[in-house]
């Protein structure tokens, strides 16, 4: 199916009709990861590399618009089913992760939207529970604009510099960017695993304030 998909994408490529299909795919696969649309977005930046076409601003529009859009329609379904995270009773075990989760999402869930905009499970997973929790959808679409946008900038350069390193070869071109696109969401994962260690491991040395005696 991947193989079809991807030669049917390939026959767009001197078509303005590649800009629609990029947009649809980013905006499924934002919702339901049926297909990766990275590997659209990536072959898209070898053509437009090694050939001039389609053009490269047209792509970084349509597929980082797409994929703003889908992750919201992710975001309102969390909303949705928000009704069941406050059914939670807050005494619960259940009820003080969830506060625990809000109050780390309103620190820092902003950018773990970023992060997990490179990772396709990580991306839908996030958006739910942002929408879940009731993030505010201001500063969510800000922050997943900058995601989308950073998110379809890589596929595009990854795409790109292969393209130009193998003009009038776009397979070469497409291995080279789907390589280099994968080393970095590897990277990315990484980083991430190693600061989110660092912090646990900062947060267990730190001391507890100490408690004042009780009166006799």
Not at 32 to 43: G, R, Y
Not at 89 to 97: E, M, Y
Request: net charge positive; with cysteine; proline share 6%.
């Amino acid at each position: 199916m991947i193989d079809g998909i991807l030669g049917w994408i390939e026959q767009l490529m001197g078509s303005a009709w590649v800009y629609p299909a990029l947009f649809g795919m980013s905006l499924l696969d934002s919702v339901v990861p049926v297909f990766p649309s990275e590997a659209p977005l990536i072959m898209a930046g070898v053509y437009a590399g090694s050939t001039g076409t389609p053009s490269l601003p047209a792509v970084l529009l349509a597929a980082g618009l797409g994929a703003w859009i889908g992750d919201h329609l992710t975001f309102f379904l969390g909303r949705l089913l928000s009704g069941r995270v406050d059914a939670v009773p807050s005494d619960s075990r259940r009820g003080r992760a969830i506060a625990a989760a809000r109050a780390m999402l309103d620190r820092r869930g902003g950018m773990a939207l970023v992060v997990a905009r490179f990772i396709p499970w990580g991306r839908i997973a996030t958006t739910l529970v942002l929408g879940a929790t009731r993030y505010p959808l201001r500063r969510f679409s800000a922050f997943d604009a900058l995601g989308a946008s950073l998110w379809a900038l890589h596929g595009c350069l990854m795409g790109y510099i292969g393209g130009a390193a193998f003009e009038n070869q776009p397979l070469k071109g497409l291995a080279l960017g789907i390589g280099m696109a994968m080393a970095a969401s590897v990277l990315i994962e990484v980083g991430r695993l190693v600061i989110a260690r660092r912090r646990t491991a900062r947060a267990a040395r730190r001391p507890e304030p100490e408690r004042a005696p009780a009166d006799a």
